[in-house]
């Protein structure tokens, strides 16, 4: 199966200890049993045949992988824009409903008497685009965030992409601190330009779709 994906998709799979694992699928069982799904009768039936109660936490493999020292030392928040580069983040966004209300805010700078020209424009638009950098870390969006760096950190050390790693794993480390810091990190600059430019295709989109159906053709 693992060969499967990789030749279809272009993705390796890796493997992760089974404590790990099991703690990764427990919290996903409380949280969508917190939000009233179904379908989740039979879990603890089913996970009875491995373990039994609540896992006990684990630390992250990264770190046995990768040590617990900071990795935010020279350019890292430059240099962190190369990994959406790598073929696994490509196809990268957002897609978190705070994420569709800056959209508001990004039309009013476009469209906004106040603003004088385009450089005031410019200005206004990064600033929009900080503050949403800032939404991303902070919050129990920050915790999911964090997790997922040191996920992607792991995925890329196990493939053999050390320094890769360590850039995913440094902006890890900031997204934990709550706030992206003073300074730009160019990897969450991208990838939310990135999410913004796919919504707001996807509205034009949907406009332009909503126009044509009011013409009447002869």
Request: glycine share 6%; proline share 5%.
């Amino acid at each position: 199966m693992a060969d499967e994906i990789k030749q279809q998709h272009g993705v390796s799979m890796i493997a992760i200890p089974w404590e790990f694992a099991d703690q990764i699928i427990y919290d996903g069982y409380e949280k969508a049993k917190a939000r009233g799904q179904s379908g989740l009768e039979n879990f603890h039936e089913t996970r009875s045949l491995f373990a039994t109660g609540k896992p006990k936490p684990v630390t992250h493999p990264i770190y046995t992988k990768l040590g617990t020292s900071d990795l935010r030392e020279g350019p890292w928040r430059e240099q962190s824009r190369r990994l959406l580069d790598e073929p696994e983040l490509r196809y990268w966004i957002l897609i978190d409903d705070w994420v569709k209300g800056f959209l508001e805010q990004i039309e009013d700078a476009r469209t906004s008497p106040l603003v004088l020209n385009q450089v005031q424009k410019e200005q206004r638009l990064a600033a929009i685009v900080r503050d949403a950098v800032t939404t991303l870390c902070a919050g129990d969006s920050g915790k999911a965030f964090k997790q997922r760096m040191e996920d992607t950190a792991l995925y890329f050390a196990e493939t053999n992409r050390i320094e890769q790693a360590k850039l995913s794993l440094a902006v890890a480390q900031q997204a934990g601190e709550g706030d992206p810091g003073p300074l730009d990190i160019s990897f969450l600059t991208a990838l939310v330009q990135k999410s913004f430019a796919f919504f707001m295709s996807k509205q034009k989109a949907q406009q332009e779709q909503e126009q044509s159906g009011l013409i009447i053709k002869p």
